[in-house]
């Protein structure tokens, strides 16, 4: 599976963003996906994931109500629309495909090359 994450850029605080992962390859539309975000000088964590069907929804607790992640197994891509940014959003934000946690990133093991996000306060 080849994954390319786009939509990433430079927005003040409160504003918003539309970031997309467009698959191709394998069966993306039988494969559980997740985003997932690097901060300088941090690592990776979870900022949501969602089962093949997207029957089921995981958010981290940071941007629950902020982010809401969708995905278009027609067009082989997935979405996440992130709202009422803040500073502590800014980071390097990549999708991933084909794993079975819902939190661990080292579980997933197709990725995307990542697409930056900065949050201007």
């Known amino acids: 599976v080849q994954l390319q994450a786009f939509g990433g850029g430079l927005v003040q605080a409160g504003g918003s963003l539309r970031l997309s992962c467009a698959a191709s390859g394998r069966t993306y539309s039988r494969l559980n996906m997740g985003w997932f975000r690097q901060a300088p000088g941090k690592e990776r964590e979870f900022v949501a994931t969602?089962?093949?069907?997207?029957?089921?929804?995981y958010y981290a607790d940071s941007v629950k109500g902020r982010f809401t992640t969708s995905r278009d197994n027609v067009k082989n891509t997935a979405y996440l629309q992130m709202n009422n940014l803040k500073p502590e959003d800014t980071a390097v934000y990549y999708c991933?495909?084909?794993?079975?946690?819902?939190?661990?990133?080292?579980?997933?093991?197709?990725w995307g090359q990542g697409t930056l996000v900065t949050v201007s306060s």
């Open positions: 991933a495909v084909g794993g079975d946690s819902r939190y661990d990133f080292s579980r997933y093991p197709y």
């Open positions: 969602m089962t093949w069907s997207g029957d089921s929804i």
